[in-house]
């Protein structure tokens, strides 16, 4: 997804487009713009989930790791140059993607939902709790995405500029509601709060943080989880397709974080949730 960024974060991404490569250092790309996945600090830190547990990661394999923050239009093309070496940015494992990038092990799975204000009419949605998985070919996939359909009929609905859940209610829900796009989520977020538009649909691992805050009591959860298309299939490290040992390297790490619970830890402590891949 494009998920822009701040002026700090642009002089990081420009910096780094022009470091030399050191040694065995690992390059790894990120937006810093996407908590809690990952964030700047005030003082041009990197935090969050990923910086958390990528510093976890190549503990494991032994390796200096540097983070660096980039916009994510260019990510993949400074992965394919030889700037990074990977990308840690909660990519979604697409059809698309996997066309030009090669995933390693999942790592999270998290679902796209919608939230609202409490007690507009979204508030009473049909189908919260469900999943809707839209790659499985079943009346139930079909009932409730008709119960969607019609309940987002003339509402607003905002999202990120050209993201995937873009994609899902153009592709999937059809002309009947009105898709209104923002550059940033706060952005967003305050038009929610303040009933400037209906609803959004965004990543749940994102939702359930701001629930939590002051601001968030006034929103509520609703409808079902969605994942699959162009939603995806949970977030992964994004390798070149010609890496196949460092990405083994990581999806032996991955694995090792999930039997001894690191990662089960930082779930909580960043997500709130369990985010683990089924």
Known sequence: ??????????????????????????????????????????DGTLAGFEPDYLRDLCARLHRPCRMVAMDWDGMIGALQTGKIDLIADAVQITPDRAAVLAFGRPYAMTTGVIATLRG??????????????????????????????KALAGKVVGVELSGAFDAFLTQTIGPGVTVRYYRTMGERDLDLLNGRIDATLEDESYIRPLLATRDGTALVMVGPRLVGGSLGRGEALAFRKGDTALRADFDRAIGASRADGTVHRLYLQWFRMDASPQ
């Open 120 to 149: 507009s009419a979204l508030s009473r949605l049909a189908d919260t709790g469900a999943t809707l998985d839209v790659d499985r070919p079943d009346p139930l996939r079909e009932d409730i995405t008709d119960r969607l359909r």
């Open 1 to 42: 997804m494009i998920r822009a960024g701040v002026l700090a974060l642009a002089l990081l991404a420009g910096a780094c487009h022009g470091a030399a490569r050191s040694g065995d250092d690992l390059v790894i790309g990120t937006e810093g713009a996407y908590p809690p996945w990952n964030f700047t600090r005030a």
